[in-house]
């Protein structure tokens, strides 16, 4: 019983390790979702890290020209506020990249440039 017990055990947690490692590791991988509800926007991406680099470079031709701001080479877990007064949240590391952005704080205007950027984010990643 206790053999039987102890097998389950390190099983299980061998899994999970797996399982926490691949996530880390995403290889040729891509993952994107975009969630589009009434009161926010969020998109979450995953990718190989090596892609990082034209990802940040489209968000600062889309965003950070204009505001003054580079998301290149920048590892991030931050509210931004731009200079047109738009408000989101984004974490940001190579490989990893989520921006939730709240349409009550912001305007519709707001929404729209950030919506275009992250479905731009998705066209970047699919070449």
Do not use: W
Not at 47 to 72: C, I, P, W
Not at 82 to 109: A, Q, V
Request: net charge neutral.
């Amino acid at each position: 019983m206790k053999k039987t017990f102890l097998l389950t055990a390190c099983s299980i947690l061998l899994v999970a390790i797996f399982f926490s490692c691949s996530h880390f590791h995403h290889g040729d991988d891509i993952s994107i979702s975009l969630k589009d509800s009434r009161d926010s926007y969020k998109m979450t991406a995953y990718f190989n890290e090596n892609q990082t680099a034209r990802v940040h470079k489209y968000m600062d031709e889309q965003l950070g020209r204009r505001n003054n701001f580079s998301f290149t080479n920048a590892v991030m877990d931050a509210t931004l506020t731009l200079d047109d007064r738009t408000t989101f949240y984004i974490k940001s590391s190579p490989g990893d990249i989520e921006i939730n952005f709240d349409k009550e704080k912001n305007s519709y205007e707001a929404y729209v440039q950030v919506k275009q950027m992250c479905e731009g984010i998705k066209t970047v990643l699919a070449k």
